[in-house]
């Protein structure tokens, strides 16, 4: 059976492959998961995550796979910003925090490592992207070329995502400009924020960070929370960062802007079957 393809990527977006082109990594550590449990008074009282240290095992066989293997993940440590080690298309996000080594004194390269991962999330991911609208065309409606006296605007758009986990998942929202407000609905739940964006700018619901916001012409990137609309509770209906219940999920939108709405699937361990591609 083919094993999946196993990679670390940085926050730059740069990979170090841990399958091929001269490294192999064992990661079967790295999907064993454990929970913190409170006993106290001889009963569970609670059952949570926290961050934690993995191990697993690599072997070089070149000086150039040496060299990819500790700089690829060491920027990520610089800039205080994880990466991310996939295991198929499922991912933990991690830092590379160490690492010990034997066998260096062999020739061309060939060493064995063990490489310590420090999980800032202990639930494993899955990115599943939808492009929901390429529909903008710079108009503000249909407008024929022989004329009717009005022109008819666009309508809302319905279509539907899928959450094929078993537990609500988190989401990644992206409204593109232009528009004067960002407004989606999905399963029922509306997601507005109240700025005004221009062509090539866009705005960011991510409900897992916890975070809105809008990418500016300029470069810059601004928080735009303050200019959300709706309650501040999950399930109330306009919470901003409500999760997307397990199934279909219809979505309604505006048709005057492009719309990405990336279902993030969480597991304490991957879907193996899945990361395999098998039924």
């Known amino acids: 059976m083919t094993r999946p393809a196993v990679k670390y990527q940085n926050h730059l977006g740069k990979s170090v492959d841990l399958s091929s082109n001269g490294i192999v990594a064992d990661v079967t550590d790295v999907l064993a ?24 095992k ?25 990466g991310r080690l996939y295991v198929g298309d499922w991912y933990l996000v991690c830092y590379v925090t160490a690492s010990s080594v034997s066998g260096w004194w062999y020739a061309d390269g060939v060493s064995s490592y063990e490489v ?5 999330d202990t639930q494993w991911r899955k990115d599943v992207p939808y492009v929901l609208t390429e529909r903008y ?22 279509t539907t995502v899928n959450n094929t986990g078993f537990r609500p998942a988190d989401a990644v929202i992206r409204v593109y400009g ?4 960002c407004k989606v609905t999905v399963a029922g739940n509306v997601y507005s924020v109240g700025v005004s964006l221009e062509v090539g700018e866009y ?22 929370f303050p200019d959300v609309e709706g309650d501040y509770f999950e399930g109330s ?8 219940p397990v199934g279909l999920s219809e979505v309604v939108w505006s048709g005057t802007s ?17 990361a395999l591609g098998v039924a």
Do not use: C, Q
């Not at 310590?116 to 800032?120: G, L, N």
């Not at 916001?213 to 300029?218: G, P, S, V």
């Open 33 to 56: 998961w454990s929970m913190d449990v409170d006993d106290s008074y001889n009963t569970v009282r609670s059952v949570s995550r926290s961050v934690e240290s993995r191990k697993m």
């Open 58 to 82: 690599v072997v070089t066989y070149s000086m150039a796979a040496r060299k990819r293997l500790y700089e690829v993940p060491a920027v990520d440590v610089d800039a205080m910003r994880p």
């Open 116 to 120: 310590e991962v420090t999980v800032v």
């Open 137 to 158: 065309d710079g108009g503000a409606g249909l407008d024929f070329p022989y004329d009717f006296p009005h022109d008819f605007g666009y309508s809302n758009v319905i």
């Open 178 to 181: 232009p528009t004067d407000s």
């Open 203 to 224: 705005v960011t619901i991510d409900t897992y960070e916890r975070t809105v916001r809008a990418a500016r012409l300029t470069g810059d990137v601004e928080d735009a």
């Open 237 to 244: 209906g306009s919470y901003v960062f409500e999760r997307i």
């Open 258 to 274: 492009d719309l990405d709405l990336t279902v993030v699937l969480m597991r304490d361990e991957p879907d193996y079957a899945d």
